[in-house]
């Protein structure tokens, strides 16, 4: 079988006809685009006129928390709506190539095709589910700026912000900030990434560990505020374009890019010394 006939079945049985893919990202935007009018609505009973841009709903999406400091006084709070997109694109992804191999694709190996097609078409069955995700996310976003007026530029209030991450007094936000497009494209290359490495895993070890890891690492990422925890490349808030004492995350794509490449190769690799039939017992 051809590489683009198993990419097709895989984004048609994988992604197309993943509810879990289609469901998760409408259900989560809806709930986050309603917590965040709630703070708005609170800021605004005061008197205080909220000045919202498209740029400040993408930061309120993928901004995750500011940079974590150790002290008695204050309790290490997890970035619930940071964490939950990033756990629900995982959850989403993870069990359909080990199904698949005990299935069609264990088919396709025993005719004696090359297992190359197959990892490779996982791959990139990998990267539309991505692109699904995320583009429902940001379709819905677009959407609601538009029912509500929003601009569609991507200027921070930073007022806003404030108000809406509720930093400490050692983070101080920049003010007239403008989110580079090149940050969305980090937040999907991350995203990519972590299911990617996701998938790798799932050759060593049973789906729900790789998951239990890839999750541990997210957490990892929050409390720690560095590079080698690449978490934080998707964690806006923490940048220096928005953060005056934030990281300098110019490496992050190709950051990112370099891991993508590592776990096709490391995949295949793997792939060619493992046992189909005892993963299929």
């Not at 990139?124 to 379709?139: D, K, P, R, S």
Request: glycine share 6%; charged share 15%; aromatic share 16%.
């Amino acid at each position: 079988m051809k590489l683009w006939k198993m990419c097709w079945y895989d984004i048609k049985n994988g992604c197309l006809k993943n509810i879990k893919l289609l469901l998760f990202p409408i259900v989560y935007e809806i709930v986050v685009l309603f917590a965040m009018m709630q703070k708005v609505v609170s800021y605004e009973k005061y008197g205080m006129e909220v000045e919202k841009h498209l740029g400040d709903i993408l930061l309120y999406n993928f901004g995750g928390m500011p940079k974590y400091v150790l002290s008695a006084e204050k309790v290490f709070e997890f970035p619930v709506i940071w964490t939950v997109f990033l756990v629900l694109i995982l959850f989403a992804t993870l069990s359909y190539p080990m199904t698949n191999l005990q299935g069609f694709g264990n088919k396709v190996l025993v005719k004696g095709q090359n297992r190359i097609k197959w990892w490779l078409s996982k791959c990139l069955w990998n990267l539309f589910c991505n692109a699904i995700f995320f583009g429902i996310i940001i379709v819905i976003i677009l959407i609601f700026c538009q029912i509500k007026g929003i601009p569609f530029d991507m200027h921070i209030n930073t007022e806003m912000q404030t108000v809406l991450f509720e930093p400490d007094a050692d983070t101080e936000l920049v003010k007239d900030a403008f989110m580079p497009f090149g940050e969305l494209v980090l937040v999907f290359l991350l995203s990519v990434t972590i299911c990617q490495l996701q998938m790798l895993l799932c050759l060593w070890f049973k789906p729900v560990y790789s998951f239990m890891i890839m999750c541990m690492m997210m957490l990892a990422s929050a409390y720690f505020q560095s590079v080698f925890f690449i978490g934080n490349y998707a964690m806006l808030i923490r940048h220096s374009w928005i953060n005056v004492d934030g990281m300098d995350c110019s490496i992050g794509i190709p950051v990112t890019c370099v891991l993508i490449v590592f776990t096709v190769i490391a995949g295949f690799i793997r792939f060619k010394r493992f046992d189909i039939i005892q993963e299929e017992n």
